[in-house]
């Protein structure tokens, strides 16, 4: 009986381990090695080793008399069966623990946060390539999304965002530059979603804005082009709350680099949110754009107040292509365009304005819109080419 009974507890044992490899593997296969670790071969070592020599036992005392005993070292004499009966008894005590562990194991969010601590971990020993456990977090990321577990989504896009951000300070540009990539995909490919792009933009905006205070520039500048692309995408499958949530972001975190004198950065900012403007005018979003051309200014203010003339100088050129644009495509947004470049000339001056005009890549409808501010601002009738190019 005692032997049945720890075939029977190890056949249990066994079946959930495998159901819980199974259950693992759904977020990422890496994952088996979450339930098929030493301390499980250890107590499945200690199952088979109690019922093999159980077996052994009772067939040994079959031939022998009820008081047989063995003498193990210093110890009292001892019999047999009550070695078999303390093995299986450890057997089971060890069977409440390890059931537990499950509880941590089969949880995905701590699967997130383990693989995480594993890959940090990884990179301050110094590892020379990619830590394994980024293809698992990505893993983890999207097979959430396709369960539509946003808790797990979430908390694995930040432990991406994290190991990224521990690659460049440790000077791991391309590894750095690799997983911020990672994060852009993922944003990309579940941008149509309502709720997963938003998680990956703040996740994005978070870890940008901590390289920015950290004064990594090229860091930070990544992150910058990595919030673009998922506001591009954004823009060409028209979901307009993305894009504006985009363009907030990119105001916000080229606004915090001026601050710090980050110019690479800052200058990153500024030419996305202009690209995103061009796009969202061509496909008639006007709320965007308008917002855009908000976020342009503030940008722009933010970089002249800290005397950043690249800076200012890539806004102002974003602006006026702006203004082209929505002469072309959203008339209507062309006013909002104006007066946003109206108060960006007041901080930076309009010698800086007109040379950034210059600056711009030309068109007729570029032409027509200088035409209107001039008119509208400046009261100029007459208008010809500015004077020069200094600031």
Sequence with gaps: ALVTGLITAQALVF??????????????????????TWPTALYMGLFIGSSIYSAVVLAALSNRSADFTIHLLALKPIHPASIALALAGTCLALLVPYLWSFRRRLDPEQMALDEGRRAVSRLRRG?????REVAALDNIVMSAYGYKDYDTFARGTEQLARVGQEAWRRSRSELGESIFRRIAHIGIATV???????????????????????????????AAAAIYEIGEAAVDKGVDGVARQVGFILSDLGSQAAEQGLVATAEQAAYSLGS???????????????????????????????????????????VWSLGAHTTRHLPGCAEVVVR?????EQ??????????????????????????????????????EPEGTGS
Aim: net charge neutral; aromatic share 4%; proline share 3%.
């Design 192 to 222: 149509d979603d309502p709720r997963a792009p938003s998680q990956v933009i703040d996740v994005l905006y978070k870890t940008g804005a901590g390289l920015v205070s950290e004064g990594i520039q090229e860091a930070s500048r990544q």
């Design 127 to 131: 590892a020379s390539t990619e830590p």
């Design 347 to 384: 901080i930076a001056g309009s010698q800086l304005v007109d040379s950034s005009y210059l600056s711009t890549p030309g068109s007729r409808e570029l032409e027509e819109f200088r035409v209107r501010y001039l008119q509208e601002v400046r009261g100029e009738q007459s208008v010809g």
């Design 15 to 36: 079946t959930i381990t495998l159901v819980a490899a199974q259950l693992n593997a759904r977020y990422t296969h890496r994952m088996v090695t979450r339930v098929f």
């Design 276 to 318: 995103l403007g061009a796009k969202t005018s061509q496909r008639g979003l006007e709320d965007s754009t308008r917002q855009v051309a908000v976020f342009l200014r503030r940008v722009g203010v933010k970089a002249a107040e800290q005397k950043l003339d690249l800076v200012t100088r890539q806004a102002l050129v974003s």
């Design 340 to 344: 946003e470049l109206e108060m960006l």
